[in-house]
């Protein structure tokens, strides 16, 4: 089956730097993947939709300029944190559409990022 | 818009009960339908799903029913197991393409031996 990476799992950085945050398709194609963002005990939040080769779709509320997402590949879309504070403490997950236009997006595990 | 309903949790059942978690949806059109779980931790996986009325969804010995008269997709299991505990989303993508997945809120389950 469609199987979605996350890397890191994990991250835990100090205030004011910047995160990283990999997602991979790795057995398809994905022309549009999407990052969402869940609070403890909560429903995932859209944040963003990301095209191969062209800018992201920020939802409403969402910072463009703290939240730089970049959809290089068709396999490969990042999310990076820029000068982190704490209340971007939060679970990260991305998920995936194959590039022939199914409905069914695919999640990645998620990735926990704590900002001290 | 679209919009997902879902029942709130938590629900507490022991093992072996017979297990409903209610879904119901407002969309345009005919939106695909799913149920997606996560576990402690861990991100989403797809559980089932059903792409047109009257479809039936499976897996893992859940089942739900695309109903479009009553515009629901109701989750079912006949025997919960301690390990079904998590938490279960109903969701909806539009058809046409690539679009949004509207979740509902979420809800947990805890199994008890």
């Known amino acids: 089956g469609a199987v979605v990476s996350q890397h890191p799992s994990r991250v835990i950085c100090k205030s004011g730097t910047s995160v990283k945050i990999e997602c991979r398709s790795l057995d398809f194609q994905a022309t549009t993947m999407f990052w969402y963002r869940q609070f403890p005990k909560q429903s995932l939040m859209l944040m963003a939709t990301?095209?191969?080769?062209?800018?992201?779709?920020?939802e409403q509320g969402v910072e463009k300029d703290k939240f730089l997402i970049n959809h290089a590949s068709l396999t490969l879309s990042t999310l990076t944190v820029t000068s982190a504070h704490p209340e971007d403490s939060s679970f990260y997950i991305c998920?995936?559409?194959?590039?022939?236009?199914?409905?069914?997006?695919?999640f990645g595990p998620g990735t926990r990022l704590l900002v001290l | 818009g679209n919009s997902v309903t879902q029942m709130e949790g938590p629900v507490t059942l022991s093992e072996e009960a017979f297990l409903t978690i209610n879904c119901t949806y407002t969309a345009t059109g005919y939106p695909s339908l799913f149920w997606y779980v996560q576990y402690p931790g861990e991100g989403l996986q797809l559980l089932l799903k059903a792409t047109k009325a009257d479809d039936k969804g499976s897996n893992k010995g859940f089942e739900a029913t695309y109903r479009k008269e009553t515009t629901s997709f109701h989750l079912e299991k006949g025997s919960v197991q301690v390990s079904d505990s998590a938490v279960y989303f109903c969701a909806l993508v539009p058809s046409g393409g690539y679009q949004k997945v509207t979740f509902g809120i979420g809800t947990k389950l805890q199994v008890i031996p």
């Open positions: 990301s095209n191969e080769g062209s800018k992201a779709t920020y």
């Open positions: 998920s995936a559409q194959d590039g022939m236009g199914g409905e069914t997006q695919y």
